[in-house]
């Protein structure tokens, strides 16, 4: 049921998005019943079984990142070492839309692929730092274990910086909004330039379940879980935490998708300047203020 439920959610969030963007609420199904009609590209020399396996990676590392993350007051999959396991995942996105463009031998589909190694070296870091702050403040790599740890107050309130940095690098995870080098549009769609049908089907919605499994993860480690505000005093829908966990994802999922509206496309050699000048010892300092909190 995990799959199908993501599936859902990331066309939800696929219309809402487009309707954000100003394309309509209807364009995403419009493009998914024209893909479904379209027949598959080949290119001269191609490798569509290279194309085909990262498409088919992409979707489902998305799967798997979500299986660990708690839906409410448990994860599907609960592992002791969820966060861990969720990178792991995430940089699985890293070889799929890379061999996704080498498969059809072709300069543009090539330069969108080889796109995304810049894009994973100049956000991975800061990501890993972001995600390691909350499990130093709990004292565990259980997701789970991290939102039980909230009751008081959320992470995100005292480790504002950490979750910032965690936001930027889902969208650029997904490669999503500013991030969308690798599908960019003077590549004429880069890294899906030559793909059609489903197999381009198969790499939107595997960015969009990215982008939402990114999102589900900011729940427990910013925000609680599933558990009501602190503020709220005593849970006004007892026995619902998924519905607390639902309200937090629309929330996260929200701002990302303002975020591809409000910032423009960057470059991937001013990101990755930015990232190494700015965002890493933005997420170091921050890392190590709550390890001197925790250990105070």
């Known amino acids: ?144 274990a991290v939102a039980a740890a909230q009751h008081d107050l959320w992470y995100a309130v005292w480790m504002p910086v950490a979750f910032l940095l965690y936001l930027l690098s889902v969208a650029a995870m997904a490669f999503w909004g500013p991030f969308a080098a690798p599908l960019g549009r003077d590549l004429a769609g880069g890294a899906a330039a030559e793909h059609a049908g489903l197999d381009r089907l198969l790499l939107h919605a595997g960015r969009w379940m990215l982008l939402v499994a990114g999102a589900a993860m900011a729940v427990p480690l910013f925000l609680g879980g599933g558990a009501p505000p602190p503020i709220t005093g005593p849970d006004p829908f007892p026995g619902l935490p998924a519905l607390w966990f639902a309200v937090k994802l629309v929330v996260v999922l929200g701002l990302l998708l303002v975020l591809r509206r409000a910032v423009p496309v960057l470059r991937m050699a001013r990101f990755a300047t930015l990232a190494w000048t700015v965002l890493i010892p933005l997420a170091v300092a921050q890392a190590l203020v709550v390890t001197l909190v925790v250990l105070a």
């Open 1 to 144: 049921m995990l799959a199908p439920a993501l599936v859902l959610v990331a066309g939800l969030a696929a219309v809402v998005g487009s309707a954000v963007a100003g394309d309509g609420p209807a364009t995403p199904l419009v493009e998914t019943a024209r893909l479904l009609r379209t027949q598959r590209r080949r290119t001269p020399a191609d490798d569509p079984a290279l194309a085909r396996t990262g498409l088919t990676v992409l979707p489902v590392a998305a799967v798997l990142a979500l299986a660990v993350v708690p839906l409410g007051d448990a994860a599907p999959v609960d592992l002791d070492v969820g966060i861990v396991w969720f990178n792991a995942m995430e940089v699985l996105a890293w070889f799929a839309v890379w061999v996704a463009g080498w498969g059809p031998n072709a300069v543009t589909s090539l330069a969108g692929g080889y796109r995304m190694l810049p894009l994973g070296l100049a956000y991975e870091l800061p990501h890993m730092l972001a995600i390691i702050t909350p499990a130093i403040a709990a004292g565990s790599l259980s997701p789970g």
